[in-house]
């Protein structure tokens, strides 16, 4: 290449990008606090050289070109970078010229919206191995309906495809909520906008049974509806709160399926009668088999549930040595009936306050809370005139 051409030669721009994950002392709370710091280094490619204010090359023949060098610096200003000011080890700051942007959700928006600009452009995109807005592309969204014969029920599974891989969304939204358990809350969960997208973490399973964390981002749009609904389950106003200190739950090894179990959840709490109850017992022993003690126990603790609610009872919680119930300010509970169980056995039931009914039971096993809770309550419900 003659000496003549080296002159003109136009700078081909390079954007590294990487991330670096740290803990610093907050003295607002005094604890260790983790940071992730995201930085981008430009530096101008001539005949396979790369130079940058920070690392000018003297030893090549190559004349750069300043003002091509300005107009490529202005192009990531105008997307909103600007240079870093504070020193970071996400980028050797031989690297480039060093960038940063303002907020998390700028990066986002930069790798899905301008990244690919820049690459259509001509720009060379090299990636840290930690950086941490590396994104697996989705290749689709499917749905599965399973409809069962001769039941009034249905699965339905939401998921996404990655690298030919289905996998179900309910189990990564769950994990993604301990991190970000404001998306259950509908007010938040309002102020996103539908084409507004989050980066979501998955562990995929790949070859040698070693699972490798990759990352997506994924539309508000197609997420609200979900999140709605396990925002629904978790956060939905009880009518009634009853605590027996009991495990109540449905056991993995009893449903693998989490998909399955937070179904069979949200259908026990939004059962409306004991009927209701009975029925969605008989085809869960049917479907998968005798319940397990901690089953019977959630089921029964819904009955209960139910019989607060039509008592106006607001809360009760119960233990090995008894318990108290907690009415509402409408209740169609006989104050006369209470009167006469204290007066009765007064070691036994007591007021404690307006609306505190306490009453000490000797009830260490769990059969022992259920038997003296509905024994109780049928002494409290209003006899038929």
Not at 31 to 40: N, T
Not at 200 to 221: D, E, R, T
Not at 239 to 248: D, Q, V
Not at 342 to 366: C, D, H, S, W
């Amino acid at each position: 290449m003659s000496e003549h051409l080296m002159e003109h030669l136009e700078p081909r721009p390079r954007l590294w990008l990487g991330s670096v994950e740290f803990s610093a002392f907050e003295p607002r709370n005094g604890r260790m606090q983790r940071h992730i710091q995201h930085r981008a280094a430009l530096a101008y490619g001539y005949a396979g050289h790369y130079v940058s204010s920070a690392r000018p090359h003297h030893e090549s023949p190559v004349a750069r070109q300043p003002l091509s060098e300005k107009a490529l610096r202005e192009t990531l200003q105008a997307l909103g970078f600007r240079i870093a000011t504070r020193q970071s080890k996400a980028l050797p700051e031989s690297a480039g010229d060093i960038f940063e942007l303002p907020s998390d959700s700028a990066w986002l928006r930069f790798v899905l919206n301008d990244l690919p600009m820049l690459r259509e452009q001509g720009w060379e995109i090299e990636y840290s191995d930690d950086f941490a807005f590396d994104l697996t592309p989705v290749d689709d969204w499917y749905a599965i309906v399973d409809e069962a014969p001769d039941r009034d029920w249905f699965d339905l599974e939401l998921g996404i495809v990655i690298n030919g891989e289905r996998l179900s969304l309910l189990p990564i939204l769950l994990n993604l909520l301990r991190t970000h358990p404001e998306l259950l809350n509908p007010a938040q969960l309002a102020r996103r906008r539908d084409d507004e997208q989050i980066l979501v973490p998955i562990h995929s399973p790949q070859a040698h049974n070693k699972p490798k964390l990759m990352q997506v981002a994924l539309p508000y749009g197609r997420l609200k509806p979900v999140l709605s609904t396990l925002g629904d389950f978790y956060l939905r106003d009880e009518p009634s709160e009853t605590r027996l200190r009991l495990p109540a739950l449905i056991p993995e090894d009893y449903l693998p399926d989490v998909h399955a179990r937070l179904i069979l959840y949200k259908r026990i709490a939004s059962a409306v009668d004991e009927d209701g109850l009975k029925d969605l017992q008989v085809e869960m022993i049917d479907r998968f088999g005798l319940l397990p003690e901690p089953t019977k126990n959630l089921v029964r603790l819904t009955q209960l549930k139910l019989q607060a609610e039509t008592l106006g009872i607001k809360k009760v919680d119960a233990g090995p040595q008894g318990g108290r119930i907690e009415f509402a300010a409408e209740t169609p509970v006989d104050p006369l009936v209470l009167i006469k169980l204290i007066q009765g056995q007064p070691n036994r039931y007591k007021f404690e306050g307006a609306t505190l009914f306490k009453f000490m039971v000797p009830m260490e096993r769990a059969d022992e809370r259920f038997n003296t809770l509905e024994a109780l309550f049928e002494r409290l419900a209003p006899k038929a005139s």
